[in-house]
């Protein structure tokens, strides 16, 4: 769930949760005109970082799809968005 993360000051910070069918807390961080969306995976535990710009967020915020409003990242990147989950989960049954 993208959402204002009060006391986040690193990306170490960051707890993974689930709520409904989204992933943990994520936070958006810009620097020198470059943004980036943060993450923990709630799979593998780890930091993900995903290059986004403010107004691709606001998008998708506002409700844009992730396919449409994200297109220019590989669809992994995508779903760690809509759901938290990394590419470095491993899924083992």
């Known amino acids: 769930m993208i959402q204002k993360t009060d ?16 992933g943990g807390e994520m936070f958006y961080m810009e ?6 969306l943060w993450g923990r995976c ?9 290059p986004v710009s403010s107004e691709q967020l606001a998008a998708y915020r506002a ?13 992994e990147s995508r779903e760690f968005i809509i759901s938290g989950i990394s590419p470095a989960a491993k899924w083992s049954f």
């Not at 709630?42 to 995903?50: R, W």
């Not at 409700?63 to 669809?75: E, R």
């Open 42 to 50: 709630v799979v593998s535990l780890k930091i993900v970082m995903v």
């Open 63 to 75: 409700g844009g799809l992730a396919q449409n409003v994200f297109a220019n990242l590989a669809p």
């Open 7 to 22: 006391g986040i000051k690193s990306p170490n910070d960051l707890k993974p949760s689930i709520d409904g069918y989204r």
């Open 31 to 36: 620097t020198d005109g470059i943004g980036a």
